[in-house]
Every structure is written in structure tokens, then in C-alpha cells.
């Protein structure tokens, strides 16, 4: 069997000759290759290729001076660049032990599966490796959520989370993979339906350097994981909820240093309309930017209609609560119903749309993705 280790790395230039050294080792039997994907901002690459002359098997390196879809594009990238179809993916920090990776192989040898994912949480693994309890607590929850969005193709897996597994990719369907963040094995299991098996394994402290996980790492896994399951719309709507959030303590903040209510409000929405702005560039449609209008175009068409929504909208709520005799609470609650589909629908159809496209092509474009969500089995 021919393998290709794969390893994604970001600044982790002092792990890479242990790295190297232990992969060596416990890959004698076969014919491996390591396939560093970099996007780092040190010296990362430098030392790679430093240990790459005197390594005992052959070390590649692709640097990327553009990263595109972060951990997980890495991954992607990797993939497809291995020169072996057995691929086993793998952290940079040593906290995946490259000692586990015959305990793969030779599961993968049982001819059973598509994927043999390391888990920390099945068997005698464990998490020990994590830097202190709150991170075992969202490790833990982070997992149990997603076992609970993905019931059918998770049944099997108990540690969707991690980053040590070996694939097949040749079982890899690489046009439905939309890589965003570092959650790259919940991508691949999630978009097609795969054999997967586990085996244990001891998730280690870091050899060296300082972890990357970060609210902003967070973030990125809530919109992946929101857009796998129900598509775009729900990162939208996640989006639009925190921006609901941040009106409410605004509001209050403000008022309670005494600025009118009424100012307060104004003030409120519009830095909530441009901060959900930054956050669809960021986090929902950035697969479209690339084909859209400029940045400035966007944010003007953004803006515009939001405001304008807002001023069609708080009419209506008082003529339902004034002529329709409704509460003031469903009265908002049936409108923001409603702006919220106009909204995504105008964001995906206009602010986004292709420059090149038409009228026509975009109704056609928006009657075939409905067509498209409302086709989708229970699971992605």
C-alpha cells in the first residue's frame, strides 16, 4: 500500500523534524510520502524544505500565498495533489501521534471502509490533549450538536470533530466539497454517503507553539456547520440573529448613557445593517464574491435596501397592530418572517448575483435552487 500523509500546516515551524522523524518511523512498511499544504505567515516553508533534504522519505511542499477555504481547503488541495489514493490527514503539532497511523492502516486493510477516522472519544481514547476544561466542554458540545444535526450519516461516528482519519480518495466527491474553516472530515462525511469505521486514539499536548483554536475558528465551524445541513439560507438567518442580538444590547447600552430611545434605535440598526453586511461577505456568500460586482457595489445595494425594508416594514406592523388588532409582538414577528426570505433572496439574486448575468438568467438561477433546497433528502 502506497500512502500520502497529508498535513496542513499555519506557523508550525518548530514541530516539523519531529514531525517528519515519527511519520518516517512509523511508516517503514510502506511506501509514504509527506505532503506539507502551507499557509503559513513564518518560516514554516524554509524549515520544511530543510527537512526535507534529509529525510529518510520523500517531503513535499505546497505553499499557498492565497489561502482559499482555510484548514479545510488545505486538506482539499492535498488531496488532490497526492501522489498515493490511501491518504491519511493529519494536524502539524504532534497532537495527532504519527505512532497511531499503522493502527489506520490496518483498518483500512480490513477492506470495510471508505474513511477510518482517530477518535478521541471511542474505545480507550481520550482528549487529554486539550490545553484546559473549557475546551474539553466545547470539544464535547461541539460534537454532540453536530452528531444531533447529522443523525443518519454520523450514526457511526463519535468524534466528527477531529482531524486525524485516513480516506480513500478515489470515494471522494470533490465537486459537492466546499471547504470553509477547519472542520474538513465533517465536510467530507456529511456531503456523500461513505463506509466509516474508528479506531481509538490518545489526542496529545502540543509538541510545540500555541494552538490556533479561536472565537473566530468558532465562528467558521457555526457556518459550516449551517450551511451543510440546511445550505445558505441558515448561515443567513444565523447572521441575521446575532445581528439582532447586537441591536438589542446597543439599544440598551446607549440609552442607559442617556441618548434618546428613538436615536438609539437609528444608531443600533445601521451598525447592525453594515456588521451583517461584513458578516455575508465573510461567512455566507463568499463563494460569490469572486463573480459579483465590487466590494462598494455590494455594500451599496446592501444598505440601501435594508433601509429601505425597514422603513416599508415598521408601517406594516402598525397597521397590524392598529388594524388588524394584532399583538405588537406577532405583528413584528409575521414581518421579520417575511423580510427575512425578501432579504436572502435579494442578497443572493442582486447584491451577489454574476456581473455577466441577466434578468431572465436570474429568475431561472432562483427557481432552480428553490427547486434544488425543496428536492433535498432529510440530510445533506
Known amino acids: 500500500m502506497d500512502l500520502t500523509v497529508i498535513v496542513p500546516t499555519y506557523n508550525e515551524a518548530p514541530n516539523i523534524a519531529e514531525l517528519v522523524t515519527r511519520i518516517a518511523h512509523a511508516t517503514r512498511p510502506w511506501k509514504t510520502e509527506i505532503l506539507f499544504v502551507d499557509d503559513s505567515s513564518d518560516k514554516t516553508p524554509e524549515r520544511i524544505q530543510q527537512v526535507a533534504a534529509d529525510s529518510a522519505i520523500p517531503v513535499r511542499l505546497i505553499h499557498r500565498a492565497d489561502p482559499v477555504g482555510g484548514l479545510g481547503g488545505a486538506v482539499v488541495e492535498g488531496l488532490a495533489a497526492a501522489s498515493a489514493d490511501i491518504c491519511i490527514v493529519m494536524d502539524g ?8 497511523i499503522p493502527d489506520l492502516v490496518a483498518r483500512m486493510d480490513a477492506g470495510d471502509a471508505d474513511v477510518v477516522v482517530a477518535s478521541r472519544y471511542v474505545g480507550d481514547g481520550s482528549a487529554h490533549g486539550l490545553s484546559d476544561r473549557t475546551r474539553v466542554l466545547v470539544s464535547r458540545a461541539s ?15 463519535s468524534d466528527p470533530m477531529t482531524g486525524f482519519f485516513l480516506v480513500d480518495r478515489r470515494a471522494i466527491d470533490y465537486d459537492s466539497l466546499k471547504p470553509r474553516g477547519f472542520k474538513i472530515l465533517l465536510e467530507i462525511l456529511a456531503r456523500r454517503p461513505l463506509r466509516v469505521v474508528e479506531i481509538p486514539f490518545h489526542f496529545a499536548t502540543r509538541f510545540a507553539g500555541e494552538s490556533k483554536a479561536s472565537m473566530r475558528q468558532g465562528l467558521h465551524f457555526l457556518a459550516q456547520l449551517g450551511a451543510l445541513r440546511f445550505g445558505k439560507m441558515s448561515a443567513f438567518a444565523l447572521v441575521g440573529a446575532l445581528g439582532a442580538i447586537a441591536n438589542v444590547l446597543i439599544v440598551w447600552v446607549l440609552v442607559r448613557w442617556g441618548v434618546n430611545y428613538v436615536v438609539a434605535a437609528v444608531v443600533a440598526a445601521e451598525v447592525t445593517i453594515v456588521a451583517n453586511f461584513l458578516m455575508f461577505e465573510r461567512f455566507v456568500f463568499s463563494d460569490m464574491t469572486g463573480q459579483a460586482s465590487g466590494f462598494a457595489s455590494r455594500f451599496a445595494k446592501s444598505f440601501a435596501f435594508n433601509n429601505a425594508e425597514a422603513l416599508v416594514r415598521i408601517p406594516i406592523v402598525a397597521v397590524l397592530v392598529s388594524g388588524w388588532h394584532l399583538s405588537a409582538a406577532i405583528a413584528t414577528a409575521l414581518t421579520l418572517v417575511i423580510a427575512f426570505f425578501v432579504r436572502f433572496l435579494f442578497h443572493a439574486l442582486v447584491v451577489y448575483a454574476p456581473r455577466s448575468e441577466k434578468r431572465s438568467d436570474r429568475a431561472q438561477r432562483a427557481l432552480a435552487e428553490i427547486d434544488r433546497q425543496a428536492s433535498l433528502p432529510g440530510e445533506l
Open 93 to 100: 503539532d504532534l497532537q495527532h501521534p504519527p505512532e497511531a
Open 143 to 157: 460534537t454532540t450538536l453536530t452528531r444531533a444535526m447529522f443523525p443518519v450519516r454520523l450514526k457511526n461516528v
